[in-house]
T-cell receptor
Framework: ETGVTQSPTHLIKTRGQQVTLRCSSQSGHNTVSWYQQALGQGPQFIFQYYREEENGRGNFPPRFSGLQFPNYSSELNVNALELDDSALYLC????????????FGPGTRLLVL | TQLLEQSPQFLSIQEGENLTVYCNSS?????LQWYRQEPGEGPVLLVT?????EVKKLKRLTFQFGDARKDSSLHITAAQPGDTGLYLC???????????????FGPGTSLSVIP
């Protein structure tokens, strides 16, 4: 069974640029959630995708958007990057019937200069 | 607004000591989870508690969910260097829950166990 993978592992961007982060969910999982974890803080929920549809959203502006593909992999896109977007971005997948059990990937560390 | 608080924020102890970390909220949670996160990794689920007053044990770790389902504690007996990491609690907010499962994380307790 393959775990959750994310790419890239690290990324450096400048203010105003756009970034796309990728996540492959664990085999058999059709739900993917994205989180932002700033240094010294717990993860904050960005949004969740279920069967290719956005299934809920946290308190993040519209410049944070996402996609889920038929194979349940997912992308997080952030436009017009700001310095405060510097964080660890985590994706987590879960399976039907086990909503509480999320399996996290190792994250993508984004630095905005 | 931070709905979950964790204490202490940092904890450094010697190998073999016991410790307790706390997770508190003014909100009622339908379930609460504890995760451990190591540097450069994503959080790994340790346990889920659902029933008020529930106690779960995982080897040297004991988790308790408060009777009112607003707080939880994690007790580690005879801590080892391998226990080092960021301990996060996360609750499923039963009041704010909409059509999806929104999991709210606390800020974490950073534990360092010194050999």
């Amino acid at each position: 069974e393959t775990g959750v993978t994310q790419s890239p592992t690290h990324l450096i961007k400048t203010r105003g640029q756009q970034v796309t982060l990728r996540c492959s969910s664990q085999s058999g999982h059709n739900t993917v959630s994205w989180y932002q974890q700033a240094l010294g803080q717990g993860p904050q929920f960005i949004f969740q995708y279920y069967r290719e549809e956005e299934n809920g959203r946290g308190n993040f502006p519209p410049r944070f958007s996402g996609l889920q593909f038929p194979n349940y992999s997912s992308e997080l896109n952030v436009n017009a990057l700001e310095l405060d977007d510097s964080a660890l971005y985590l994706c987590a997948s879960s399976s039907p019937g086990a909503r509480e059990t999320q399996y996290f990937g190792p994250g993508t560390r984004l630095l905005v200069l | 607004t931070q709905l979950l608080e964790q204490s202490p924020q940092f904890l450094s102890i010697q190998e073999g000591e016991n410790l307790t970390v706390y997770c508190n909220s003014s909100s009622v949670f339908s379930s609460l989870q504890w995760y451990r996160q190591e540097p450069g990794e994503g959080p790994v689920l340790l346990v889920t508690v659902v029933t008020g007053g529930e106690v779960k044990k995982l080897k040297r770790l004991t988790f308790q969910f408060g009777d009112a389902r607003k707080d939880s504690s994690l007790h580690i007996t005879a801590a080892q260097p391998g226990d080092t990491g960021l301990y996060l609690c996360a609750g499923e907010d039963s009041i704010m829950k909409t059509s999806y499962d929104k999991v709210i994380f606390g800020p974490g307790t950073s534990l360092s166990v010194i050999p």
